[in-house]
């Protein structure tokens, strides 16, 4: 059986590191919004050259912070892809404002620049591009647009931490870059996390008040807000990991250069534009046998997901805002051929070899 993730190989190879850590927050008596988040903060703010980092509860409450933060509501529009997980059209929901989805590039399946131009009104406040897959979107085409037009960029990186566009890191392009420290991401915690990186002093106060009811001093409300705090527990895990993220980002890179090797001229392969670092969060092909190769994969015991089997614009949620299938082809058609291998730092090269053989046997 070779699974998607192998989570508990990787605890097993940190386990007393993370012992002593779990056992120094135990003995603080400080569970939340502590030394440790302060720490986490300071050390991923650096990482990615970028003067602020807030730690909130989830990948989805860093998007919903940032757009209520940065003023978004009733009767605004957000740009985004459909080409993403539920959470990102929800941040934006969740506030009033509503998405508006355009299409994807065809080799990076990222968000379509020549496709925003053409989506902005008079009611556009932000674009909310997603380094989908690890694969940085095309921020300097989206940055140029949002300059143009006077709108703000709020990255969703909960797929791309440590992902690179000419040795400039994800998350430090938009107004602010949203992280997701779910357990299976690049960087992953022991529940769910999140993080804020930001550049603008009183964007970051603003979310310093939301993600703690409103609140600036002890008891003191200013406005109504949120409980979206990340935990000592997940931060001292995450100060664990994030010592080695740059050897775990560079591994899944070595696994997919040899599935890339292995695969070639069989099934559409995952592309790395030139500049760009993909951080291989999922390795993804692409063949309209997709079905077939994922039953093959199935029966000799390989796990394989298809991540997104159905692009957001035709999810049952939103058939209020009227799309309606053939509005994104693009996207449409990368629902129908993804499949997503397994990928992770611990994957055996013999794994590779048998899963490769197997989908060029299919
Ligand atoms: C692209 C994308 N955006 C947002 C999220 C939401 O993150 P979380 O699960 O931490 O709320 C996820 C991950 O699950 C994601 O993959």
Excluded: W
Aim: hydrophobic share 40%; net charge negative.
């Amino acid at each position: 059986m070779i699974p998607m993730v192998d989570l508990k190989r990787q605890f097993n190879d940190i386990k007393e590191e993370i012992f002593t850590v779990i056992t120094e927050v135990l003995e603080s008596s400080q569970y939340i919004l502590g030394p440790k988040v302060m720490e986490l903060e300071k050390k991923i703010a650096l990482y990615h050259g970028i003067s602020e980092a807030l730690g909130v509860a989830s990948g989805t409450d860093a998007l919903h912070l940032s757009v209520e933060a940065l003023g978004i509501g009733e009767g605004d529009e957000v740009i985004t892809t459909p080409f993403t997980f539920f959470a990102t059209a929800e941040a934006i929901m969740y506030t009033g404002a509503t998405p508006v989805f355009v299409d994807i590039e065809p080799d990076t399946m990222n968000i379509d620049p020549v496709e925003i131009e053409k989506k902005i009104t008079k009611k556009t406040k932000a674009i909310i591009p997603v380094h989908i897959f690890g694969h940085p979107a095309d921020m300097e085409k989206i940055t140029r647009i949002a300059r143009k037009h006077d709108l703000r960029i709020i990255e969703d990186c909960a797929q791309s931490f440590g992902a690179e566009i000419d040795g400039k890191k994800t998350g430090s392009f938009g107004d602010t870059g949203c992280f997701s420290f779910y357990p299976s991401k690049n960087l992953g915690a022991f529940g769910d996390g999140g993080m804020i990186l930001l550049n603008d002093g009183s964007v970051a106060e603003a979310i310093r008040k939301l993600r703690n009811h409103g609140s600036k001093g002890q008891y003191r409300h200013e406005s109504v807000g949120f409980n979206s705090r990340l935990d000592e527990i997940q931060a001292g895990v995450l100060l664990v990991k994030l010592r080695r993220i740059d050897q775990y980002n560079e591994l899944r890179r070595k696994k997919a250069s040899l599935y890339n090797q292995l695969l070639s001229g069989r099934v559409e392969l995952p592309v790395e534009r030139p500049g760009c670092r993909h951080v291989y969060h999922q390795y993804t092909i692409r063949s309209s046998g997709r079905d077939q190769i994922q039953k093959v994969l199935h029966d000799k015991g390989v796990s394989s997901v298809v991540y997104y089997p159905v692009p957001v614009h035709l999810q049952e949620a939103v058939a209020f805002l009227g799309y309606r299938k053939g509005d994104l082809p693009v996207a449409e058609e990368a629902s129908e051929k993804v499949l997503s291998l397994p990928v992770y730092p611990e994957l055996e090269e013999a794994s590779i070899r048998e899963i490769a053989e197997i989908i060029n046997n299919a």
